[in-house]
């Protein structure tokens, strides 16, 4: 079960249920203009008086179409989700949302004061060439990196630890197409959410 949650993360791929890679398809959600009602306020104000109701109906639909408009915008994008490829050790994150491909696109950052769930203590470009090794071997390669960095940022060797840790690794295309190769390591307390950082935790 931890070996699981070990390896795969949404996006990019996370090591157990979780994929971190190159998620290139992220496009952001066009706005659509509400026309029509603007029209037909128009039209209906031409007959009593053309001109004015003309001028005056544009200046009172605009504001309806302000509101609407930025009410799609917090909803379209979360202002705490973050690119997955802008994470930096020291980042903290709540629980993440895959891709339907199991990948990871965006992470929702938080500030590390305020509970959270995860907390990334380790970024490293694994070796390889031009050619993906496999998500096997990429997940072991970026698993051995997670352990040997835990007690440097813990403070205590991960088997005797209580905390876990969980990997965001590239994936085929991305490490075949767009050179990615950073491997991330995210440290997390299996009792629950923690607020601050874990560095030098000894727990």
Not at 77 to 105: A, H, Q
Not at 112 to 123: I, L, R
Request: net charge negative.
């Amino acid at each position: 079960m931890l070996s699981e949650s070990r390896r795969l993360l949404p996006g990019r791929i996370v090591l157990g249920t979780f994929a971190a890679g190159a998620a290139l398809s992220l496009s952001a959600c066009g706005q659509l203009p509400l026309l029509p009602p603007a029209l037909s306020g128009d039209s209906a104000d031409e007959s009593p008086s053309p001109e004015p109701a003309e001028e005056e109906s544009p200046e009172v639909e605009e504001p309806t179409d302000d509101p609407a408009g930025t009410e799609e915008l917090p909803d379209e994008v979360d202002p705490d989700d973050t690119d997955v490829f802008t994470l930096r050790v020291g980042d903290c994150l709540d629980e993440m949302d895959s891709n339907p491909d199991e990948t990871v696109s965006e992470v929702p950052k938080v500030d590390c004061e305020e509970p959270h769930d995860f907390e990334v203590y380790e970024a490293t470009d694994l070796d390889g060439d031009s050619t993906f090794p496999g998500e096997e071997e990429v997940a072991e390669l970026a698993d051995e990196m997670c352990v040997d960095a835990f007690e440097g940022f813990v403070g205590m060797e991960w088997e005797e630890s209580t905390l876990e840790y969980t990997t965001l690794f590239p994936t085929a295309e991305g490490w075949e197409d767009h050179n990615d190769r950073e491997a991330l390591c995210l440290v997390f307390d299996p009792a629950g959410q923690t607020e601050g950082t874990l560095d030098n935790a000894r727990f």
